[in-house]
């Protein structure tokens, strides 16, 4: 398996825009998680989905912020409109039911000028 | 509320051994994971920990104390490579399969 696979891996955008981040877990995994990673805030969880339906999404900073899992082998975190303090490195993870061990796609690093 | 505590920094020889501490308070507590992020790549797991003891993996141990809501990484013969962020992870009832993150150590490693 390839792993969990996001795209795009780096995105630089201007305030008021509409960013979509994507992802693709590891096949046959029950739960996706969305991350964001600041020096401030360190690692937070945002949204995780269990076999593709939200199961928390009280991390999710603001209205501006969606995630969507439309099938098991797909995720979108929408961020609309992005602003500067959005700026971040956007991580997937995925988990199989009855591990303990998230995989963590490469990252999005995200710059909202 | 969820909270962990671990040292901000820690610098250690190479070849040398080196723990990093992260105490934790959480309700309904499942496990205690270790990851570790070097800069610029994601987060790998290396550990975890539901029950107390020590538990061994190469030259990288985990140990938790339940009691003293505590648990430590445990480094041996440190190599250069080893420089890297290292984060303690609670997986407790309030999301049975999500993680709370500390805020991570960053070792450094020095010939």
């Known amino acids: ?113 | 509320g969820q909270s962990l505590e671990q040292p901000s920094e820690v610098t250690a020889v190479e070849g040398a051994i080196v723990q990093i501490n992260c105490t934790y308070q959480t309700s309904g507590f499942y496990g205690l994971s270790w990851y570790q992020q070097h800069d610029g790549g994601a987060p790998t797991f290396l550990s975890y920990n539901a029950l107390d003891g020590l538990e061994e993996t190469g030259r990288f141990s985990s140990f938790l104390s339940r009691s003293d809501s505590y648990g430590y990484l445990l480094l041996q013969e440190l190599q250069m490579k080893d420089s890297a962020s290292y984060f303690c992870a609670v997986r407790s009832s309030t999301g049975a399969n999500n993680l709370f993150f500390g805020t991570g150590t960053r070792l450094t490693v020095i010939p």
């Open chain 1, 1 to 113: 398996d390839a792993g969990v696979i996001q795209s795009p891996r780096h995105e630089v955008t201007e305030m008021g825009q509409e960013v979509t981040l994507r992802c693709k877990p590891i096949s046959g995994h029950d739960y996706l998680f969305w991350y964001r990673q600041t020096m401030m805030r360190g690692l937070e969880l945002l949204i995780y989905f269990n076999n593709n339906v939200p199961i928390d999404d009280s991390g999710m900073p603001e209205d501006r912020f969606s995630a969507k899992m439309p099938n098991a082998s797909f995720s979108t975190l929408k961020i609309q409109p992005s602003e500067p303090r959005d700026s971040a490195v956007y991580f997937c993870a995925s988990l199989a039911d009855s591990y303990n061990e998230q995989f963590f796609g490469p990252g999005t690093r995200l710059t909202v000028l």
